[in-house]
């Protein structure tokens, strides 16, 4: 399946039909319904006394199936198809990568009963990543690192976005709509009408909307890939993935993920390096570090901002007293999710404490203008829709500025 990048950087999504080959729908039909199954015993044996029986699969809105966290080798096809030429083949091509490896898999179902809609938003934290502006035109001048996907199993047509506004921030119209009336469909959005095996491929800063979670059968893959080698660095770059669940596949998709996770370690080694260098004012081995993770000269700034979070992540997971915390509240104290932590506490083990709070020393000053940002433009923090209004990279703030504030 041949598709254009730059379709996917005009319009911030493509639809693309018969992602599933229709040789293979009915079977990953009945094996994914086979997870399900299996997932909801999961669910009803560790729901919360509060919760109803069944736990998640009887209380949320949008039940979703980590699947590779219970598949076997029975149902392996459903991982299987992850790797595909229509789907890690695609996403290397919009790209346009030398290598390409998926994040997230999951299985989107529906509700018990009838939720409604969910509110428009953007799968992004400008506060907790890099100021919105910055990762867009990042994404506009070289190219997306991560692109989302939804892949129907049965017709959908839940999914809805506003085409383009991935790349600018919310009109006053739109800010307005998402604290007034979040659960409305929103002026220039459309739905995108899914059969049963197609795909929509998208970026996931564009405003986008689950437009009613009722009880109408709904079994939608949700994928996430990112790029190793292209010229922006991932605003997704971590997996909601360890390798022990590929002893269920076939030995060729097992030597592929576990590709993956070299590709995964080798970037883990030159951030590694790249942080040294920081902590030891080292600025050609700086620059030369963040052009091998951000090979695309413009916009490298955005690269040093989220090395900025990595490093806070790092700092925090170093501190004696959060290091006794129980695995959930560690968790928490880095706003990480629990299919990812354990990948922020091996890199975190690659430095000293001392080490740690050197790194982070290092980037006081471009977290100080990023802190003042925020406090500029954003009224309150805990508001989801607010943070979105972060939207400026700081102001005469560049590469060569960040090192001479070393």
């Not at 009838?114 to 910055?134: E, F, N, V, Y």
């Not at 998402?178 to 002026?187: C, D, T, V, W």
């Not at 009408?193 to 709904?218: C, F, I, P, Q």
Request: glycine share 6%; hydrophobic share 35%; proline share 6%.
């Amino acid at each position: 399946m041949k598709v254009d990048p730059q379709q996917l950087i005009d319009n911030g999504y493509i639809v693309l039909r018969e992602v599933v080959p229709a040789n293979q729908l009915e079977a990953l039909r009945a094996n994914f319904e086979t997870l399900v199954e299996k997932q909801k015993v999961i669910w009803a044996r560790e729901r919360k006394p509060d919760e109803k029986p069944g736990g998640v699969w009887t209380t949320s809105a949008q039940p979703r199936v980590f699947f590779d966290e219970v598949v076997d080798a029975a149902t392996a096809n459903t991982v299987e198809f992850c790797l595909h030429a229509n789907t890690l083949g695609v996403s290397q091509q919009l790209m346009r990568a030398p290598d390409a490896a998926i994040t997230l898999m999951a299985l989107m179902c529906n509700p018990v009963r009838d939720h409604g809609p969910a509110s428009w938003h953007r799968d992004i934290d400008p506060t907790g990543q890099a100021p919105l502006k910055g990762m867009q035109m990042d994404y506009v001048k070289n190219g997306p690192g991560y692109v989302q996907w939804n892949i129907p199993l049965y017709d959908d047509s839940v999914f809805w976005l506003v085409p383009r506004s991935y790349c600018r921030p919310n009109t006053p119209e739109e800010y307005q709509h998402l604290l007034s009336r979040p659960q409305e469909p929103m002026p220039g959005g459309i739905p995108i009408e899914l059969s049963a095996g197609d795909g929509v491929v998208y970026s996931h800063m564009g405003l986008h909307w689950g437009s009613n979670y009722s009880t109408k059968l709904r079994r939608t893959v949700h994928l996430g890939y990112r790029a190793f080698g292209g010229d922006s660095y991932p605003i997704v770059d971590h997996f909601y993935w360890n390798l022990e669940f590929t002893q269920h596949l076939r030995a060729e998709a097992r030597a592929q993920f576990e590709y993956f996770f070299q590709l995964q370690q080798q970037q883990s080694n030159v951030i590694e390096s790249t942080f040294h260098a920081i902590r030891n004012k080292d600025a050609d081995g700086f620059r030369d570090g963040v052009a091998k993770l951000h090979p695309g000269e413009e916009e490298r700034m955005v690269t040093v901002v989220f090395l900025s979070k990595l490093a806070d992540k790092v700092r925090k997971l170093k501190d004696p007293e959060i290091r006794k915390l129980p695995v959930e509240e560690r968790i928490g104290e880095i706003s990480a999710h629990r299919l990812n932590f354990h990948l922020y506490e091996d890199f975190a083990d690659r430095f000293s404490t001392e080490d740690a709070e050197r790194i982070w020393k290092r980037f006081s000053t471009l977290y100080e203008k990023i802190e003042a940002e925020i406090a500029r433009s954003v009224p309150d923090r805990t508001s989801r829709v607010m943070r979105y209004q972060l939207t400026d990279m700081p102001s005469n703030f560049e590469m060569e500025d960040f090192i001479r504030s070393w």
